[in-house]
């Protein structure tokens, strides 16, 4: 099976949505030099993910309902997140999600800004150790992955201290 493009993966997606999906492309780009664009299924769909060393670090998707952007910084910082759901009351948020119906619920500067804060967190995730499992002592890969955000600089009065996540 031949790996879609971008572009094809845009253009696959319907007119009326293309336009502001190419703009997001556009920006988490170029304001986001850490990451890498991949067409890969996540959650059961295929998206657009933008990884970081390879791990997803953002991912753009449209649903039959709305497009949604997946934000994994916005994910493990609390003060991030509170920042733009004051910003943008017409999207609906989840903890590390951004659902929109079309660009007035997700202007295009506010989504620059977002990823200009986001550029500044480095996703790293420690490699999984096994461990012995409770219930039967065999060693078991099942231990959640840890994300650290470490402070590359320090954007629009946030500031991203060491935080980790145990459970995703």
């Not at 094809?8 to 336009?19: L, T, V």
């Not at 497009?67 to 003060?79: D, F, K």
């Not at 509170?82 to 999207?91: C, E, F, N």
């Not at 079309?102 to 620059?112: K, M, S």
Request: hydrophobic share 45%; with cysteine; glycine share 4%.
């Amino acid at each position: 099976m031949k790996k879609l493009s971008i572009t094809d993966f845009i253009n696959s997606i319907p007119a009326e949505r293309q336009g502001i999906l190419t703009a997001i492309h556009e920006a988490i780009l170029a304001n986001d030099p850490s990451v890498v664009p991949v067409i890969k299924p996540m959650m059961g769909k295929e998206m657009i993910l933008y990884e970081e060393r390879c791990y997803m670090k953002y991912g753009l998707a449209s649903t039959k309902n709305y497009m949604s952007l997946h934000c994994m910084p916005m994910y493990i910082n609390p003060a991030l997140h509170a920042k733009y759901v004051g910003l943008l009351p017409a999207a609906k948020f989840q903890k590390g999600c951004i659902n929109f119906m079309n660009g007035e619920e997700l202007p295009i500067t506010f989504l620059v800004e977002l990823i200009i804060d986001c550029s500044a967190i480095n996703i790293i995730v420690r490699p999984l150790t096994l461990r012995p499992c409770w219930k039967t002592g065999r060693k078991s890969r099942n231990e959640p992955v840890s994300f650290v955000c470490i402070p590359a600089k320090i954007q629009s009065g946030l500031m991203f201290s060491n935080c980790a996540v145990r459970s995703l």
